[in-house]
């Protein structure tokens, strides 16, 4: 059974830091693994999608890597905004049947 | 191209009535799943569907819950005999393969 853990649970920071938010998971036999956000009451957004045979992967200031070896990615956020104020969540597909898996996410505040 | 559609947003129930969920596939997604998200918890999955077939229940409570994914028609994830215990935000996602999941805007159920 696949089980997923984010670190930190919470975090806020100053508006412009760079940020590190940690995903590990315990079957590396996975396909790929979507890195999400959920805003307060709504969807989830999806942000990275990381193919098991990729390492990374980067869009505008997200940029997120994936060592499937070792069960971990890793999601930078750079120049960190006000409006990227929300829960990350990470979801690997497959080790352990054909669906994402989710950790219960980091919750971010970015402040003025 | 529409995104996931869920319907109703927001639904309430009295203990003991039956609540129905639906979820509209992306157009050309054949595959669509259901996950659960309890208050201050992670998203946890309940069923994967592809039209007519369900392919995994494995996160289906065994008492109550049942969906369904008519070869015409949106997917129905049906509560019966509701519990306080079944409020939750109730998510839909939908894939034309296996590679990357689309996301509705949720069901908030509220039971009371």
């Known amino acids: 059974k696949q089980e997923v853990t984010q670190i930190p649970a919470a975090l806020s920071v100053p508006e412009g830091e760079n940020l590190v938010l940690n995903c590990s998971f315990t079957d590396s036999a996975i396909y790929n693994l979507q890195w999400f956000r959920q805003d307060p009451g709504k969807g989830l957004t999806s942000l990275l999608l990381?193919?098991?045979?990729?390492r990374e992967q980067t869009s505008g200031r997200l940029n997120a890597s994936l060592d499937k070896s070792s069960g971990r990615s890793t999601l930078y956020i750079a120049a960190s905004q006000p409006g990227d104020s929300a829960t990350y969540l990470c979801a690997p597909w497959g080790g352990g049947g054909n669906k994402l898996t989710f950790g219960t996410g980091t919750q971010l505040k970015v402040e003025l | 191209n529409a995104g996931v559609m869920q319907n109703p947003r927001h639904l309430v129930r009295r203990r003991g009535q039956e609540a129905r969920l639906r979820c509209s596939p992306m157009?050309?997604?054949?595959?669509v799943y259901w996950y659960r998200q309890l208050p201050e918890e992670g998203l946890k999955f309940m069923v994967y569907?592809?039209?007519?077939?369900?392919?995994?229940e494995s996160g289906m409570p065994k008492e109550r819950f049942s969906a369904e994914f008519p070869k015409e028609g949106p997917s129905i994830l049906r509560i019966q005999q509701v519990v306080r215990g079944d409020s939750a935000a109730y998510f839909c996602?939908?894939?034309?393969?296996?590679?990357?999941?689309?996301f509705g805007s949720g069901t908030q159920l509220s039971v009371l």
């Open positions: 157009k050309g997604h054949s595959h």
């Open positions: 569907l592809q039209k007519e077939n369900i392919i995994d």
């Open positions: 990381i193919q098991s045979s990729q």
């Open positions: 996602a939908s894939s034309w393969d296996t590679e990357k999941l689309f």
